[in-house]
């Protein structure tokens, strides 16, 4: 089975506190807002702030930058329940009142960016997709995809030590970032922003290279085995990798030096993942435990302790409320992030989990099995809502649609499907490929699909 790259990136260098403020906004769209480490009020502190760029981050965020005292920083601003029917005028207004970062005259760009993601959560379901391309990527099998945030571009990772950047409206190879002495195993985009791509080897290395241009900004050198997991935070200044030495470290992206080693596990570290605040990474191992780290200091803050296998996968809500792991044991638990107490546990499977994910509110957890079965729970009542059965082997690989209405899996049956969360329907079947598909991935859009296999493919859907 090959690892994919973390889902949830997140985290900075001046990280936010974890104390969310919630209001209700016109529609009940509930906001979250993670204000700045500082003792002022955020209104007194934001009149020397300087506010930048304001971007998409996902289907149910926004992404402030700011200069405050000459530095650069960001903060999020988080959409859980936006809906088509949600006043977005009314909305903004209430946002406004407690981020004094958006004037009068930034009101009219936060309101056409929010319905811009109203647009897309109101866009009709009944997308069916076709076979666009056949990509012969690489020489040697493929490790893993992923697209940058627009999904104008993806890149893939390989076993011929290279990452292959794709241009997804024509299928061709826009350039090759090669300088790895070994397999190319975990990649990654710095999304939202997609300029930069991080890559992960079994040479012990990570690389940071331009998106654009294809330059290598860095090598990250430290580690003494091989790569298996990396990640960006939201806000692009640090990345993460975690390898097969029990370590994980995290690196700073402008002057490429180590700024942290996380160490504790007792085996290899598999899964890793920033939380949206960037405060918090966790670090998933071998040794059965998932390790909640202070990313400003490196400190341990919990461990989570109660599975009786392997980690396969770990991932933060949106909210950074809530953790979701899942293991060999056959099981998914679920975790409060502040504490690091076990909510509860998800059992129903007859085989290794061996993918888990939330949906983008954190409303909904998805998990694959080598059972050849999926599940969804609701998050709240920790039910099953819905179970994915049909494929004729192992699922390695599961993910929501930014819109949360369809889930696409991955399975060593050499189909890839797609499901409605709500009811467990098959809905589309994606064929063709001649070995196991072991990756896959939405664009920002969810119009678009990518699938690796070991038959030394990648796949595009449209």
Known sequence: MCACPARSPASQAQPHVNVPWRGSGPGGAALVRSPERSRASPRRSSRACALGRVCLAGF?????????????????????????????????????????????????????????????????????????????????????????????????????????????????????????????????????????????????????????????????????????????????????????????????????????????????????????????????SFDHTVVVWDVGTGRKLHTLIGHRAEISSAQFNWDCSLIVTGSMDKTCMLWNAVTGTRVATLTGHDDEVLDVCFDYTGQRIATSSADGSARVYNAETKKCIAKLEGHGGEISKICFNPQGSRILTASSDKTARLWDPHTGQCIQILEGHTDEIFSCAFNYKGDIIITGSKDNTCRIWR
Not at 211 to 227: D, L, N, P, Q, V
């Open 60 to 284: 149910y965020g926004i992404i402030l930058e700011y200069v405050q005292g000459g530095e650069l920083k960001t903060k999020s601003i988080d959409l859980l329940d936006l809906s088509p029917g949600t006043d977005v005028g009314g909305l903004v207004e209430e946002i406004r009142k407690a981020e004094p970062l958006i004037t009068a005259s930034r009101k009219e760009q936060v309101i056409h960016l929010i319905l811009r993601l109203q647009e897309k959560l109101g866009q009709q379901e009944d997308h069916k997709f076709y076979l666009f391309k056949v990509l012969r990527a690489h020489i040697l099998p493929l490790t893993n995809v992923a697209f940058n945030k627009s999904g104008s571009c993806f890149i893939t990772g390989s076993y011929d030590r290279t990452c292959k950047i794709w241009d997804t409206a024509s299928g061709e190879e826009l350039r090759t970032l090669e300088g790895h002495r070994n397999v190319v195993y975990a990649i990654a985009f710095n999304n939202p922003y997609g300029d930069k791509i991080a890559t992960g080897s079994f040479d012990k290395t990570c690389k940071l290279w331009s998106a654009e241009t294809g330059k290598c900004y860095h090598t990250f050198r430290g580690h003494t085995a091989e790569i298996v997991c990396l990640s960006f935070n939201l806000q692009s200044t640090l990345i993460a990798t975690g390898s097969m030495d029990t370590t994980a470290k995290l690196w700073d992206i402008q002057n490429g030096e180590e700024v942290v080693m996380l160490t504790g596990h007792s085996a290899e570290i598999i899964a890793l993942s920033f939380n949206t605040t960037g405060d918090r990474i966790i670090t998933g």
